[in-house]
C-alpha cells in the first residue's frame, strides 16, 4: 500500500466511523452492529500504526484508548471553575429570588434550570473546532489534565463540524451512567471482584486512571452546561445552550426556561421523582438567570456566583423491615443474596428488593431477620441497605445465617479462599447455572440469538429438546413451532403457558443459522469460560488464532499474553480440561461455527528487527505496552515473554521490575530505552 493509499483509507475510515458514532450518540440510532463498528475501529487503527504520520489527534480511534498517563499534567483553568450555593428548602430559595430581584432591581427577568448531575465537573477547551484540552476541576483554580481519558467518552466532539469560535471552552459533567454501573459491577461480582461503590466515585476514580483503554471500556458520558470564551456572541444562557446543543454537543434535554419563581418551583417539583429514570444519577437542580448582562450585573461572591443557585433534593433514605433473604444463583454458580423488604415508598417508587452482595456485606451490616433498616437510592437502579435501626431489633431475632448449600440444587457451595462470594459447584446440574449459560451464549455481544428469550429457552429445556447452547443448533422448525413455555405474570404473581407462534419460531431458526458466521473472538466470550469476558475473549483470540492452539495452551503460555493473569489463564486451562466442555467444542465445531480468527491482513512496516527477540517490561510514554508490541512485529521481530541468554533486546520502560533488569544484566542482554528502540526501527 502506498502512502496516498493509506491517507485515504484512513479518511475514509475515520469519516465513517465519525457518521455512526454521531448516529449513535447524537440520534440514539445505528445502522450497523457494534461488532460492525469495532471492526471499522480496529482496521484503522491496524492502519495508524502502519503509518503513524497519519494518526491524526482527532482520530476516532483515540476512543479507544491505549496510552498509559503516569502524572496528569496540572493546568491552571482559563476562568476559575467556581462551585454553587446551596439551598434545601422552598423557602430559602423563594429568599435568593428576592435578593436576585433586588439585585436586579426588576422584576423582568427570567431563570433556566438545569439538573444538577452528579458526577465530575469538566472542562473541555475547544480550539479551531478541535478538543484540544480536558481538564477537572481540582481545586476550581487548577485541574488535572485528563485529556486521553476524555476522548474515550464519545458523546464529547473531539472536532465539531460547524463554524465555531477560534476558541472557546465548554464545561459539562462527567458521569458514570447508571446502567454502565450495573453491567461493571454485575461483572466484578461475577469475577469474585469488590464492587465498586457508586457511580459517582467511580466515575471520577475512572477519569484519572492511568490507561485509558480501561477508561474506554467503562464507557462513561458527560452531559454540558456551560459554554464560554472571549468571543462569544449571545444574550442569554438559553441561547448558548441552543448553540451547544446545534454544534453536537451532550446537552442533557431536560433543561426548561421559567419565567417566575412558582415555574421554578413547579420544575423542582416535576423532576424530583422523574429525575431516577434519566441515566445518570442527579442531586438537585441548578437555577441560573437567562440573561448575561443580568448575570454580569449580579456578580460573584468569592465562592460562588450571585445569578445561580442549586436546589438540593433531600437524600433518600427510608427505613423499613428485613423480611427474609433470597439467593440467587448465576450462570458461573456464584451466589448473591438479595434482601426481601416490607414495601416502601422510596424516591417515588415502591421498594422491595435491596442488594446485599455478598456474606462480608451482611455481616458488616451485622444483620437479624427482622431487622429495622434504612435503605437508600443512589446512583445504583437497586437501593441498597445502608445501616440498621438497633434499638428497633426484636428480642428473639436472630443473626442472619448464611446458606451452606445452594438453594436451586441443594449441593454445599463452596468459598474460594480471597474470594468474596460463595459459589455452588454442580454447574452441571444446577439449573440456573445451566439456563444462565445459555443465555450469556445467546446474547447480543455473543452469538446474537436473542429472539430467543429466556423463557423459551426454558421451555426447551423443560420440554427435553436441548440440555445446552450446543443443543440449540440441532433444534427444528418443528421442535420450535407450537413449543408450550411458561411465562411469568408480574400482575397475576403466577405462571401462565404459552406457545410459540410460526413468525417467531422461524426467526429463531433463523437468527441460529446466522450466528454460525459469528467471529471466533464473540464464540469464544459466548462459551462462558469464568474470568473471560469480552476484553479476554479477543485478547486470547487475537494470541492463539485457533480454539485448538489455545486448548492445548498451558497455563504458562497463556499468562505470558499481555494482560491475561494467573486467575484467568487457571480458569481457561481448567475449562478445557473437562471432557464435557471438549465435546461441546466439537459439537459446535459440527455444526459449523467459527473456532479461527479472521486475519486482517497488515503490511509489514519494515524489516530492522528481523530476527530479533525482545522482552518489554516497564510502562513507556509513545507507547501503550500492546502498540510496543505491535510495533516489534510490524518491523519483523518477535516478543518473547521471559528473559534467557538468547534474547537480544530488553526494552526498558519505567518502573520496571528489579528481578528482571538484575537477571538481563547477568546475562549480558543489551538493555534499551524506548528512545533507542524508536531510534533501531527507524533504522
Ligand atoms: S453550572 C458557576 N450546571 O455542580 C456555575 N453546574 O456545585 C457553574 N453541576 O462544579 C456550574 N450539574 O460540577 C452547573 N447543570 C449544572 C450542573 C452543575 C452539576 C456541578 C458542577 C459544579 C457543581 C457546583
Known sequence: MTEQQALAQIQELSEKINYHNDLYYQKD????????????LEKLIALENQFP???FEDSPSQRVGGTITKNFETVVHKYPMLSLGNTYSKEDLIDWDGRVKRGLGTDDYAYFCELKFDGTALSLTYENGQLKRAVTRGDGTQ???????AKTIRSIPLKVKHQVPKSFEVRGEVYFPKKEFERVNAERIENGEEPLANPRNAGS??????DSSIVASRKLDCYLYYLLGDSLDFSTHSESMAQLEQWGFNVSPTYKRCNTIAEVLEYIAEWETKRHDLPSETDGVVIKVDSLDQQNE?????KSPRWAIAYKYKAESASTVLESISYQVGRTGSVTPVANL???????????????????????????????VFVEKGGE?????????ELQRPNDSMPVEYITHCPECNTELVRKEGEANHYCPNSEGCPPQILGRIEHFIQRKALDIDSLGSETIRGLLDNGLIENYAGLYRLTFEDLNGLEFKTFSEKKGDYSTRSLREKSASNIIEAIEISKKTPFERVLFGLGIRYVGQTVAEKLAQNFKNIDNLMAASKEELVAVPEIGERIAESVVDFFS?????????????????FEIEVIEVEQEGSNLAEKTFVISGVFNTFSRDELKEKIKLNGGKVVSSISAKLDYLVAGDNMGPAKLEKATKLGINIISEEEFIKMING
Open 205 to 210: 476514580g475512572t477519569l484519572k486512571m492511568q
Open 381 to 389: 437502579i437497586i437501593p441498597k441497605i445502608t445501616g440498621i435501626d
Open 29 to 40: 440510532k445505528s445502522e450497523i452492529t457494534d461488532y460492525e463498528f469495532d471492526q471499522l
Open 342 to 372: 416490607k414495601p416502601v415508598l422510596l424516591a417515588g417508587t415502591t421498594v422491595k428488593r435491596a442488594s446485599l452482595h455478598n456474606a462480608n456485606e451482611i455481616a458488616r451490616l451485622g444483620l437479624h431477620l427482622g431487622d429495622t
Open 143 to 149: 485541574g488535572d489534565d485528563v485529556t486521553t481519558n
Open 53 to 55: 504520520q497519519y494518526k
Open 578 to 594: 473437562q471432557e464435557s466442555h471438549r465435546d461441546l467444542i466439537q459439537q459446535l465445531k459440527n455444526a459449523g461455527l467459527q
Open 298 to 302: 449580579l456578580g460573584f461572591t468569592a
